[in-house]
């Protein structure tokens, strides 16, 4: 129904057509709309106003809400109208907001607080949508202990699954860990299948290289009519990276180093969690400009992937880009960057002084 947006009175706004703070209009008041109440049993003519509250329906030929305001009781049945209204004004009209048939949110639209609101608007309680992708994660490594417990020697406390889990929940999807495994085939195979009972997408961090007991592809492969679809992938750093179909879950293998395997997440994992969300398949990262502060030297061969810290600059200039040096290992680098910048596999570096773009992180602090 059509209703007022402000209190104030109903009108026919020809009613209040060159009424001004000097000649102001008068009014009968004809009726009062109670909140909660059907309002077009009312009729108004000419000459005539009802009060009115913010929601209430507009009474018959009404057309227009004069704001309260902009009215002064004259009597106890006369309304002074000091500023005349257009008709629609302070009024949204019967199907205004959506019309019949009209298609209210798109498919592969992530559903925010306003579009529940306007689906319980409508009264849709229910709609079909995807679920959020479950990614179970695994760390490998006789080498690793949790993260609250002191090392020995030779011991270093697992990162990655504290990381991993951080970055797909930041997704909005449901992540598990099957906790740390050793480098036993028998021990890691078990767990695996176990989260390939339970989960859409397998993240395994460590063993993906062609070490002696790196045992992640041959995991993979004794799945029953697994297909593998990629080992190795040539960017740095990530290279060391295995991606396997079983049934409809994907299962991939991290490199260990957390740097690798935050850089593959961003850029493979991220769009996969996409993919079983049913959003655009994309990295999802926001890609700003940025302009290099120095010279920064690539290999040839490979995409390489610099994390950089950004500063921004005075005015509309882009922010400057800084590399963050460090071996992939190293944990300090990951605090100091707010992003990766690419530098495509054909290209030998960037000169300083050159505009770029970077992929910021989703959690990057940085005042543009």
């Known amino acids: 129904f059509s209703r007022s947006t402000v209190d104030g009175f109903a009108v ?16 009968e008041i004809a009726a009062e709309i109670p909140m909660g109440k059907p309002g077009h049993t009312t009729r108004i003519n000419a000459g005539q106003s009802a009060r009115i509250w913010t929601g209430g329906e507009l009474p018959a030929k009404a057309e227009a809400v004069v ?3 902009y009215t002064k009781l004259f009597d106890e049945n006369t309304i002074a109208i000091y500023r005349p209204v257009a008709p629609g004004e302070n009024v949204i009209a019967t199907g205004e907001d959506y019309q019949r048939g009209e298609t209210v949110i798109q498919s592969g639209t992530r559903l925010r607080p306003q579009d529940l609101g306007v689906l319980a ?16 994660i695994i760390s490998t490594g006789d080498e690793l202990v949790p993260p609250d417990v002191l090392p020995p020697p030779g011991k270093i406390r697992d990162i990655n699954s504290t990381t991993l889990r951080a970055l797909v929940e930041e997704t909005g999807s449901v992540a598990k860990f099957y906790g740390i495994c050793d480098d036993n085939f028998d021990n890691l195979y078990n767990a695996s299948r176990q989260a390939a009972q339970e989960n859409d997408i397998i993240l395994l961090s460590g063993g ?4 002696r007991r790196d045992y992640t592809l041959r ?9 593998l679809l990629v080992h190795g992938i040539s960017i740095r750093p990530g290279k060391p990276t295995i991606l396997a179909k079983y049934n409809n879950i994907a299962l991939f293998g991290l ?3 957390v740097v690798s395997a ?26 700003i400009p940025a302009i290099t502060s120095e010279q920064i030297p690539s290999a040839i061969g490979r995409e390489e992937y610099v994390r950089v810290k950004l500063t921004p ?10 590399p963050i040096y460090g071996k992939s290992g190293l944990i300090s680098p990951l605090v100091q960057a707010n992003g990766l910048l690419p530098i495509h596999r054909d290209s030998e570096g960037l000169d300083k002084g050159t505009r770029t773009k970077v992929l910021l992180f989703p959690t990057a602090t940085v005042n543009f």
């Not at 706004?13 to 209009?25: D, I, K, L, N, Y």
């Open 255 to 257: 490199p260990g180093h």
């Open 313 to 322: 600059q005075e005015g509309d200039a882009p922010c400057l880009a800084s």
């Open 208 to 211: 993906s290289s062609v070490g």
């Open 219 to 227: 995991v993979f492969e004794a799945f029953d009519n697994a297909e």
């Open 121 to 136: 608007g409508l009264g849709i309680t229910s709609v079909s949508v995807y679920r959020r992708p479950r990614v179970g």
């Open 12 to 27: 026919r706004a020809r009613s209040t057509f060159g009424c001004s703070e000097s000649e102001p209009a008068l009014l």
């Open 67 to 69: 704001m309260v305001e």
């Open 262 to 287: 935050m850089v593959v997440f961003h850029l493979f994992v991220r769009p996969m969690i996409h993919r079983f969300a049913g959003l655009p398949i994309h990295h999802g990262l926001r890609v």
